[in-house]
């Protein structure tokens, strides 16, 4: 099924939910004067305005690409995750100074039967709705949809704990409410700065999935005479929209109509396999020759890999007859100071050949 319906129907079947909710624990919080309810019936209502929103950010994303957007609209719905956590944001501060007005004025509930088993069915309801939305998100990549089902799925924990607060009042006659209040307005806070935090960081660039960027490795390594695969970036314009660069090594014997047809069929199987778009694949050559520039290679591996945070030595290449050595090396971001480890491999290599001209690249650790 598309996509942009999926999300739709799944952000309607919210609204419905959340707005009848909402409704009856609004009634239910008037009549027994529990503030605890009551913020639980706004909090409800500010869920069916994200799936709202949710619904616009898709329509927007699912736009086609055009000359200013030549990628697509996908990004939008990163956006939707932030105006998304700022709602919560909100109605979670906002349930907090209510909350802390209960605590200073505090005011005895008035709990019935019928109250109770209503809030009982909201807590069944939550459950089922945030394992729908949730596991939908999650099967259709909708950032929103996560989001929103992670939601639903605390809301049900709130509900829950109104109930354990009704029944210490009924039985001990001790009144939690306002401080309830206040621990629900504190639960609902942090999960708006998790929303807000991980569509930021959707939007700033993350690390590629794992589970994805070694697929796509093992799938170009299944190609005859492939060697390594290395420099592996895919840039996200969308949940379900990568576009990728990669560098591949392979014997120096290649000549340049068997490069083209293999660029070509990597790039095939990439996008039918996972969906993502190699706009870029470069060559590393690797020598069939042997000899001496084995044993340089070995030399310099382990020159290179003697010191802490190395990821990753490649793109070997070693030419005699203009006397130059060329390779990369990866460094992780855990190093206190890249640049500095970096200059301090090239002038040890470089010492023990000094007759020779050395073209080091310092790459990152973009994918696993």
Request: hydrophobic letters at 45%; one cysteine or more; proline letters at 2%.
């Amino acid at each position: 099924m598309n996509r942009e319906k999926v999300i739709i129907r799944t952000s309607v079947i919210g609204i419905l939910a959340n707005v009848f909710l909402s409704g009856f624990k609004a009634v239910v919080g008037f009549f027994t004067n529990s503030i605890a309810i009551t913020l639980d019936a706004v909090n409800n209502l500010s869920d069916a305005l994200s799936s709202v929103i949710t619904i616009i950010g898709t329509k927007l994303a699912g736009k086609r690409p055009d000359k200013t957007h030549p990628f697509g609209h996908g990004r939008v719905e990163y956006l939707t995750s932030i105006t998304i956590a700022v709602i919560v944001l909100y109605a979670g501060i906002q349930a907090l100074v209510e909350s802390i007005k209960k605590i200073i004025t505090p005011q005895s509930p008035d709990y019935t039967p019928t109250a109770l088993i209503i809030i009982a069915v909201a807590v069944a309801v939550k459950i089922v709705l945030g394992i729908y939305v949730r596991g939908t998100g999650i099967k259709v990549k909708s950032d929103s949809l996560v989001a929103s089902g992670k939601d639903a799925l605390l809301d049900a924990v709130i509900s829950a704990s109104t109930l354990l607060a009704a029944g210490i009042y009924i039985i001990w006659g001790i009144s939690l409410e306002a401080w309830l209040g206040a621990i629900i307005s504190l639960i609902i806070i942090k999960a708006g700065i998790d929303i807000l935090r991980d569509g930021i960081s959707s939007i700033v660039g993350k690390r590629s999935d794992s589970e994805l960027a070694n697929g796509i490795k093992e799938t170009i390594l299944r190609f005859e005479d492939v060697r390594g695969v290395y420099d592996l970036i895919l840039h996200n314009y969308g949940p379900d929209y990568f576009v990728g660069s990669v560098h591949i090594e392979l014997p120096d014997t290649y000549t340049m109509t068997q490069l083209d047809r293999l660029e070509r069929d990597i790039a095939d199987a990439v996008y039918l396999e996972h969906g993502v778009i190699m706009a870029g694949i470069g060559i590393y050559s690797a020598c069939t020759e042997g000899g001496k520039a084995d044993e340089v290679l070995t030399d310099i591996r382990r020159t290179v890999m003697s010191h802490s945070h190395i990821l990753q030595l490649h793109g070997f290449a070693f030419n005699e007859e203009d006397k130059e050595i060329r390779f990369d090396i990866v460094i992780d971001f855990a190093a206190d100071d890249r640049e500095k480890l970096y200059n301090e491999i090239v002038s040890e290599v470089q010492s023990k050949y000094p007759d020779y001209k050395l073209r080091v690249t310092l790459d990152s650790d973009f994918s696993d």
